[in-house]
């Protein structure tokens, strides 16, 4: 029987607080923009992946949530990762005669998602850092983070950030050739263990405009966009790093709940325009607006991805008053309504469904 290596990894889903949206090189996957994140929980949404190496394989393959992914295993972008990953593989070869040449095996791939594929949370994102990571440790790279996120990246752009925890930066860098392109570490989750995230699915269905298209469509058609990219967003980059630092959950949130909306409008500036949130997604937002002008402070943040999926970000301490409103709102009350007045409370619902 011929030799196998195996390994298996779980990567967990980051939702970004500053959008990616937009390629300046679609061949290594260059942004547009700087982006940042928050890596979720691994116990919540992850991907699990399995590869397998064996000098008998006759191709590459990849199974995808039980199925075998013909088109995602002849993409380029399956390709090119797996080139990247065997290059460095081959250096370590070439510097220790001792290691088996695995690096001109073929790779079998198993990978599942414990959440909606294509829907707007992240599937590329989780997908591609289990797919890197998995595939680093079965050809032994001694690679840090940093360096696999750079190859992550030509996988899907998001996916650079899912290999660190925490809250992380994406830097959009500078060269041509996409060296200093990289996901880094703003800070670890145990810097702001208080920041919680809750996911509102408005709908499990997979999106009619990919990531990758429609990206493309904005950064050929849209005149906000430009606008976008290089007034806004340079300095949002800046300032949500300090609110991160700094723990105001004010700042952070105002400026997570701006670049939502700044996204979704340069998808609606696009020509045809892409409608990525549908109305459920917008009586989340008008929810939020409403709950913190209920409190006077704001107390929650929501955002968007390519989906019409939100992710709602709180500090823990306020999850009994938010909980509260989204369990009213959604008709499912579930104990929470008796931690406030219920006269406040219903008098809130019946203004806001007015
Ligand atoms: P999402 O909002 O879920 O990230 P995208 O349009 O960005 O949606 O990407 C979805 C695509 O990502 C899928 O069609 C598939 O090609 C790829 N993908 C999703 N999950 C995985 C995975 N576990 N491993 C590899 N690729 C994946
Ligand atoms: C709205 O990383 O999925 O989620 O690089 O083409 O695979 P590709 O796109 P992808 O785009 C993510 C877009 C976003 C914002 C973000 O995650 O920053
Ligand atoms: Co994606």
Known sequence: ???????????????????????????????TNSSISVTLDQS???????????SSFTKDRLWLNGEEDLQLSESKRLTQVLANLRLKRKEKEAKDASLTKISDWFIHIVSINN?????????????????????????????????????ARQGSGSACRSLFGGFVAWEMGEHS?????????????????QMKACILVACADKKDVSSTSGMQL?????????????????????QMKKSILD?????????????????????????????????????????????????????????????????LYYLEENEDKLMTFIYAMFKNLNGWENKYNGDELNKFIKNFEE
């Open 1 to 31: 029987m011929s030799e196998t290596y195996t390994a298996s990894i779980t990567a967990p889903v980051n939702i970004a607080t500053l959008k990616y949206w937009g390629k300046r090189d679609t061949n290594l996957n260059l942004p």
């Open 44 to 54: 919540d949404l992850k991907t699990t992946t399995s590869a397998m190496t064996c």
């Open 115 to 151: 959440f909606p594929t294509a829907a707007g949370l992240a599937s590329s994102a989780a997908g591609f850092a289990a797919l890197v990571a998995c595939v680093a440790k079965l050809l032994q790279l001694d690679d840090d983070m940093t360096e696999l996120s750079k190859i």
């Open 177 to 193: 050739d996409g060296t200093d392109s990289k996901a880094v570490e703003v800070a670890p989750l145990e810097h702001w263990p």
């Open 218 to 238: 904005t950064v050929k058609t849209s005149d906000l966009f430009q606008k976008r990219i290089t007034e806004v967003v340079p300095e949002r980059f800046e």
């Open 247 to 311: 723990k105001d959950f004010e700042l952070f949130a105002e400026l997570t709940m701006k670049d939502s909306n700044s996204f979704h409008a340069t998808c609606l500036d696009s020509y045809p325009p892409i409608f990525y949130m549908n109305d459920t997604s917008k009586k989340v937002v008008r929810l939020v607006h409403k709950i913190n002008a209920f409190y006077g402070k704001t107390i929650v943040a929501y955002t968007f991805d390519a989906g019409p999926n939100a992710v």
